[in-house]
């Protein structure tokens, strides 16, 4: 029983909900196990062979369920994957030395593929920014294609901040049209003590596309440190982040510069 769940999971999965509710409805139609090889070509070529002589296997040793509680569990398994995927899905994202065993994607493709699918806005996050020329060409297309690009950085020590480069200068001077913030001085210090950093780093695209990872925007994080991040396509995290830094900036703890 349990092989023949895993099967219809995999089908859920693999398969277009159109073309699981077309295997359903025939499933539907014939009598038996035996009858499902009657089926098989009707699918046409695009379905993997392997998995329905698979499930055809796995119902003849289950002869107990019956044709309609088949497709029933076609359909199950389908809204399951489409409930599924709205959740969202995660990817490891990597740079560094790294083990053949484990395919993982580089930091830099995932940055500019995350830059390159805002079709509306972008929001960069960084501690620092520079000799990124990869990461500032793919923003420069995103702006071509009328992309709102808004980017979060921390200050540089001349402006009360914790690092030597001027970010915030670069960014403004390359991509004039473009929201820069930075943490507001009011917001960061304490007793006339500054009492953090930026030190976070993501990047978000439409608020359905969010990158988070532990590089900034270098070219030491991008080829040469050992950097770790998790892609999110879809479900709600992208957007509630999206959320939380314009409720920052709102709330004028982030201010523009």
Known sequence: MNDLLAIIAKLGIELHPDRINILADKVEKID???QFILLKSNFGSHIDN??????ENAWKNNKNISPVEIAAALKSASATAIENEKRGKTEIVWTGP?????????????LCEVIDSATRRLFIVSFVAYEIESIINSMRNAIGRNVQIDFLLESSIEHGGRVNQDSIKMIKSIFPSAKVYT?????????NKVIGAIHA???IADGELAFITSANLTSAAMERNIELGVLVKGGHLPSELQKH????IVAKVFERV
């Open 183 to 191: 943490w507001a001085k009011k917001s960061k210090e304490m007793n």
């Open 245 to 248: 830094l314009d409720s920052l």
């Open 50 to 55: 392997n998995i329905l002589s698979a499930l």
């Open 201 to 203: 780093k993501c990047a």
């Open 32 to 34: 038996s196990a035996e």
């Open 98 to 110: 790294s083990a053949s065993s484990i395919p993982v994607r580089h930091t830099e493709q995932v």
